[in-house]
Nanobody, 114 residues
């Protein structure tokens, strides 16, 4: 059974940092491209970052380039999103996903506010 469990969200002040984790199970992580999405209240889900199966391909939304870093540890079946210089507009529920599967986890809430 494919499953994604996101964690690491919370409340942070503008300019702060958070590291999100995504524990994947039910499939061989090393074979799949992984993504992080986010969804703010009243908005559509937005693709934030993508990482290839071996980590050789990485791409970011323009809104997070230079501030966010996606990485993966296939041995630990985990994907990460390091978020620095956070802005109030980064407030959203963050989800990880393998595009090959039409399954979403519960997400983790990130709130950037003073």
């Amino acid at each position: 059974q494919v499953q994604f469990v996101e964690s690491g969200g919370g409340l942070v002040q503008p300019g702060g940092s958070l590291r999100l984790s995504c524990a994947a199970s039910g499939f061989t992580l090393s074979m799949y491209r992984m993504t992080w999405y986010r969804q703010a209240p009243g908005k559509e889900r937005e693709l934030v970052a993508t990482i290839g199966s071996s980590g050789g391909y990485i791409n970011y939304a323009d809104s997070v380039k230079g501030r966010f870093t996606i990485s993966r540890d296939n041995a630990k079946n985990t994907v990460y999103l390091q978020m620095n210089s956070l802005k109030p507009e980064d407030t959203a529920v963050y989800y990880c996903n393998a595009p090959a599967f039409g399954i979403w986890g519960q997400g983790t809430q990130v709130t950037v506010s003073s």
